[in-house]
């Protein structure tokens, strides 16, 4: 598993919403862009979980995510 992202949404306002991030393998379901609802995101740290999951830790919550990020599951 590799992901790679920012810690800016927008740079030109310094936004810390909507942070652009580009996860690969990982046995995730891939060639897709994802775009969540810009007013009612879901934390970053939900992404967190589903990749400790993915990696065998079993962990419900990381940080502020409280569980984890549906839209890329494999098959």
Known sequence: ???????????????????????????????????????RNKPLCNLFVSMLQRMGVEADAFASGEGTLAGFESG
């Not at 992901?3 to 310094?14: E, K, P, Q």
């Not at 936004?15 to 996860?23: A, F, R």
């Open 1 to 39: 598993m590799v992901l790679y992202g920012s810690n800016l949404g927008d740079a030109n306002v310094h936004s810390t919403d909507n942070l652009p991030v580009l996860l690969a393998g990982g046995g995730f379901r891939h060639g897709q862009h994802l775009a969540y609802d810009g007013l």
